[in-house]
Each structure stands twice: as structure tokens, then as C-alpha cells.
């Protein structure tokens, strides 16, 4: 099964040493010896010593306290900052995928929801609309359907993508999921 994001980043941490050379406290020290005052900046830093992006932004929230996994709303609003108006189809979505089966957790780059803990289905706000990542039953059913987009998030087991810019796309396609 895959990481949620938030084992993701710890595993980040945890590998640290073996695919840099440098353990999070030695990364620490060198961002302290630049005098890096805030995780921005120790991101952008990071990336140019070297880190991946993750890495880097990995290092900077443990430094500077700013766990964005700790606050999954602030995660959801940071999403839809640029198109506030697909926020409301998002929420329609989550209220139709009920059950305990069906898990909302938050990245910063997309909305996944796991159902039996893989991705069943992932969100994106874009200019087009909002953006729905997943596996249809049946795509040629689906007007509109694309192929999936992995930089829009989500798992490469999903194959389809969907623009939403109604609740009633959102039924018929959220209806497909479960």
C-alpha cells in the first residue's frame, strides 16, 4: 500500500541520511550556519544544495514548525485560494462519498480520498474546473472523460479524468466511486 502524505514526509526524514549524507540535524546545521529564518527560504535554499523538492520542504517543516498535514482544512482551503467558486462542488462530492470506508486526507497539491486505503478518488481545483481523478466502471459512459494526468495528483492506478463544473457531474461521476 502506498504513503499517506504525512508517512511520506516522515519517511523523507527518516532516509535522509542514506540519499544526501546528511541526517535532518546535519541539514538543520547548515541551515542555521546560512541564517535561514523561515521555511520558504530553507526551501529554496535546500534545492540549491542539492535536496529534492520534497526533501527540502520536509527539512524546513521540521525546522520551522509548520506541519501543513496538521491542519487538513488549511490544506483544503490553500486548494481552492485560486478558484474559491469550485470549493462548493468539492463539498458535494465528500457529502456524497459516505461511509467508513471512504477517508478525506488532504495534500498539498491534490484532495485525495482513500477507500480501503488506496486512492479511490483524487481533486484538483483547475481553471477548467474542478478536476476529478479516478478509475470509471465504464469511461465511454462519462462525456467529457480524459486521460488521467498524474501532475494533477492522485495514484498512476487512475486512468480517468473528469472536469466538474456542476453537482450534477459530480453525482453521476462521484456515483461511479461508490
Known sequence: MALGPKAMGEAIIANLKS????????????????????AAAA??????????????????????????????????DDQFRRYPEQRA?????????????????PCRTYLPVYRDGRIAVSFKATPRGLYAALTLPDPAAVPGRVDHKPSLGGSPRLKDGVYLTSPDEVDRVVGQVG
Open 19 to 38: 540519499k544526501t549524507g546528511k541526517d535532518l540535524a546535519g541539514w538543520q546545521a547548515e541551515l542555521a550556519e546560512a541564517g535561514v529564518a523561515d
Open 43 to 76: 526551501t529554496r535554499l535546500l534545492i540549491e544544495r542539492g535536496l529534492g523538492q520534497f526533501q527540502a520542504a520536509s527539512v524546513a517543516e521540521h525546522t520551522f514548525g509548520d506541519d501543513q498535514y496538521a491542519d487538513s482544512e488549511r490544506l483544503v
Open 89 to 105: 462542488l468539492y463539498d458535494h462530492a465528500l457529502d456524497r462519498l459516505t461511509g467508513p470506508e471512504f477517508t478525506a486526507k
